[in-house]
């Protein structure tokens, strides 16, 4: 375990340097976007914690109670698992980001003073930003990664591979994480939060990222590939689908072969695959839960396989989370409520077939 933080810090101490000349030249995308070295994992089975909309509140206790009832069963779930890596999937800091910088005390109130017990100390914590996080401070959250060993975040958009040993060979997975309110726009900054977004802010930067995130999928031999991102592709729930992921991400997703898609953003869980290749686990309940279900009919017909949703009978979970499983042979999601019960676990996901 030691080994493995210790791969991951290398990575990381080059990272502020780097970000720091990135917010200069906003469409150069900085080297430690771009991967480098895998980080290897020494377990048979490769697993990951999938947390989204996890950002506690900005009024005292800073936490909220179904993020405190997750971060204890998440303890004992990435215990039960061996948790490898986390990714945190946007909306790490509620109502409206980190207002000051690095330092600021949010850090500690929503994140380190949460997400305490023993399983999550040692594992790297691969962020990006959401909606939410994005009427705040974001530098201040790739700043952040400088003062705490165990949260990664080097830039907007990046890629990140791993590897880990097989019956006859060594494993991998690629992840490129997204800033998908840098391609879409930000949903709380229209009137109607959960209309149709209005396209991104800077329309360069987020080609730039575009031409990053196809590059990035293009290159990738992997067995397995993700994106990740805040929004979703698919949702049934009350933000419904976005519509220029479902457009442009979505393709590209199908002509590379990815594996699939990981968002959070809807503040429910989902399993969603339209047959089509890529899958798309969604995890947004790491606060709260359960949005209504809204846009059931604005996914493909039959693609919703797993849903907890308020579907007007009040929500069925107080909060929860995602964890993928992944061997040479498959991957697999499992669903969990935030007390830690087992809610849905996915049908197996092949390796990419090159
Ligand atoms: C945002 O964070 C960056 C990095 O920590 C810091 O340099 C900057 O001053 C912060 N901006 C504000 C408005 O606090
Ligand atoms: C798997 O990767 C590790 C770490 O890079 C390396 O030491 C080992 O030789 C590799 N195993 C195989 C079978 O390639
Ligand atoms: C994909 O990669 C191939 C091989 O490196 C290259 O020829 C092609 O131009 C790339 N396509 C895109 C869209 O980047
Ligand atoms: C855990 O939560 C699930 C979903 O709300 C519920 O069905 C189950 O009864 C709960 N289990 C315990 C032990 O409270």
Redesign the pocket.
């Known amino acids: 375990m030691v080994h493995k933080m210790m791969l991951v810090r290398v990575a990381v101490l080059a990272i502020v340097a780097a970000a720091a000349a990135a917010e200069t030249t906003i469409n150069t995308v900085p080297e430690i976007a771009k991967g480098g070295e895998t980080a290897f994992f020494d377990s048979k089975v490769f697993t990951g914690l999938l947390l989204g909309d996890w950002g506690g509140t900005n009024k005292s206790p800073y936490t909220e109670p179904g993020q405190v009832a997750c971060a204890a069963s998440l303890g004992e779930v990435a215990a039960n698992l061996d948790a490898d890596i986390a990714l945190l999937l946007g909306d790490n800091f509620y109502d409206s980001g980190v207002h000051g910088d690095e330092h600021d005390a949010r850090f500690e109130e929503t994140f380190e003073n949460v997400y305490t017990a023993d399983s999550l100390q040692d594992i790297p914590f691969y962020v990006v930003a959401g909606n939410h996080d994005w009427l705040g401070n974001v530098s201040a959250q790739i700043g952040y990664s400088t003062l705490s060993a165990r949260w990664i975040f080097p830039y907007y958009f990046y890629t990140r591979s791993f590897s880990w040993p097989g019956e006859t060979r060594n494993v991998t997975m690629d992840i490129v994480f997204i800033d998908t309110i840098l391609l879409s726009g930000n949903s709380d900054l229209l009137e109607d939060k959960f209309g149709e977004l209005q396209g991104p802010a800077d329309p360069v930067m987020a080609e730039t990222q575009w031409a990053f995130i196809e590059a990035a999928l293009n290159s990738s031999q992997a067995d397995y590939l993700f994106t990740a991102g805040h929004y979703p592709v698919w949702s049934g729930c009350q933000h419904g689908p976005t519509l220029s992921l479902v457009r442009k991400l979505k393709p590209m997703l199908e002509q590379y072969k990815a594996t699939g898609h990981l968002a959070g953003h809807d503040h429910c869980l989902q399993y969603i695959d339209e047959g089509k290749g890529p899958v798309y686990p969604q995890s947004g309940a790491g606060d709260n839960c359960c949005y209504h279900n809204k846009h059931e009919k604005s996914c493909p017909k039959g693609s919703i396989k797993f849903n907890m949703w308020n579907d007007g009978s009040g929500s069925?979970?107080e909060g929860g989370y995602a964890t993928f499983t992944a061997t040479e042979a498959e991957v697999k999601f499992q669903f969990y409520?935030a007390?830690g019960?087992v809610l849905f676990e996915s049908p197996p996901v092949l390796p990419r077939e090159l």
């Open positions: 069925p979970i409520a007390n019960t």
